[in-house]
């Protein structure tokens, strides 16, 4: 929806910004995404993506699985939760890659990156990955591994 474009930055202020995980596009099904990466309304089925992160977790972390998928609770605690590219036609997966909101969301990770105070970059998949030039690994704890995808969690979920 038009109104949730800019979730992220709305639900995480800029000063409040711990961590950034960085999504490719939002989930294109209908009533699925709703602007923050990863997450959907609650119920609405938790995607597959999103319910291996929670495996993961729960194998790593011991957290226990929720039973939704909404993350503003994450972002309201400083997870900045940020697609890539913004919006996507209904249905269709990337399609609006390469319209211009890869400069927007560029901007908005290197103001995070050249904060004073470090922060946690989690990229998940080769897109996400090439944004690594935009962060100082020094200053920055970045964790990379395979997109939590079924198609290629099995490299790294």
């Given at each position: ?53 929670y495996k993961e977790m729960h194998a790593e972390l011991g ?58 970059f989690v990229l998940w998949g080769n897109y996400a990955q ?28």
């Open positions: 929806p038009r109104d949730e474009v800019f979730a992220p930055v709305d639900a995480t202020p800029y000063d409040r910004v711990k961590v950034l995980i960085l999504g490719q596009d939002p989930y294109h099904g209908e009533g699925q995404g709703h602007g923050l990466c990863f997450s959907v309304r609650p119920g609405v089925k938790v995607p597959p993506s999103l319910r291996n992160i957290t226990p699985i929720p039973d939704n998928g909404y993350l503003m609770s994450w972002a309201e605690q400083g997870v900045l939760l940020l697609n890539a590219v913004l919006t996507v036609r209904s249905g269709e997966a990337n399609s609006h890659k390469g319209k211009s909101w890869e400069k927007v969301t560029d901007a908005v990770i290197r103001a995070v990156a050249s904060r004073p105070d470090p922060a946690v090439k944004k690594l030039p935009l962060i100082d690994e020094e200053r920055h704890i970045v964790v990379k591994g395979a997109h939590p995808s079924p198609l290629s969690a099995k490299k790294f979920f």
